[in-house]
C-alpha cells in the first residue's frame, strides 16, 4: 500500500511538472509572439492626415483683384510603415475674394479627377476630359456639364503672418455627394 502512495504522489509530481513547463512554454511563446504581433499590426491603427490644415501659401503671393493661382499641396505623407517627407499631395487654386478672405478649390475635376485649367480670358476654369465648364466660384457653368457637382472647395485659414493654410482632402469623382476618398 506504501508503494502504490509512493506510485500516486510520483505521478501526481510528473504531472504538476509537466503541466508548469507547458505553461512557462506558452507564456515564454505567446509573450513575444504577441509584441510582434502588435508591433506588426500597430501602423494599421493610426489614422491618415487627410484633412489637416497646411501651409499652402502667403496672402501677399495672391492677386488682390480676385485672379485665382493654382499652387502645390505639399505635406509629410505616412502609408503603414513609411515615412515620406514634403511629397506633392495635390494641388489647390487659391483666390482672395476680400482683403483676407481666401477661397481654395481643389484642382480635380468632379467627374472623372482631371485636373481642370484656369482659362483667364474667359475667367473660367475648364476641365480638358469633357469639357466641363466652371465659374470663378467653383460652380459649373455650363447645365449641360457632365461634372456631378460643382468644383470643390475647401475650408482656409490665414494666419496672423499672412499665411494662408488650407485644410487639404480630395474627394471621390463621378458622385453627386462631396464624399472624402480614402
Not at 480635380?108 to 479627377?113: D, E, F, M, T
Not at 466652371?134 to 494666419?159: C, H, N, Q, W
Request: with cysteine.
Amino acid at each position: 500500500m506504501a508503494e502504490q502512495d509512493d506510485e500516486s504522489q510520483s505521478g501526481r509530481r510528473d504531472f504538476l511538472l509537466k503541466a508548469a513547463a507547458v505553461g512557462i512554454g506558452a507564456v515564454t511563446t505567446l509573450v513575444p509572439a504577441g509584441a510582434g504581433l502588435v508591433t506588426l499590426l500597430d501602423p494599421l491603427r493610426h489614422k491618415a492626415r487627410a484633412g489637416t490644415f497646411l501651409r499652402v501659401a502667403t496672402l501677399n503671393a495672391l492677386p488682390e483683384d480676385g485672379t485665382p493661382r493654382q499652387y502645390p499641396v505639399v505635406s509629410e505623407r505616412q502609408d503603414a510603415w513609411n515615412k515620406f517627407p514634403q511629397v506633392r499631395v495635390g494641388a489647390v487654386y487659391l483666390r482672395r475674394t476680400g482683403a483676407k478672405d481666401v477661397q481654395a478649390i481643389n484642382v480635380v475635376c468632379p467627374h472623372a479627377g482631371c485636373f481642370v485649367n484656369y482659362q483667364p480670358d474667359q475667367k473660367q476654369y475648364l476641365c480638358p476630359c469633357h469639357n466641363s465648364s466652371f465659374a470663378l466660384d467653383g460652380a459649373i457653368k455650363d447645365p449641360s456639364s457632365p461634372s456631378p457637382r460643382p468644383l470643390d472647395t475647401m475650408e482656409v485659414k490665414v494666419s496672423d503672418d499672412g499665411g494662408v493654410w488650407v485644410k487639404f482632402e480630395n474627394y471621390r469623382a463621378g458622385v453627386h455627394e462631396k464624399v472624402v476618398a480614402s
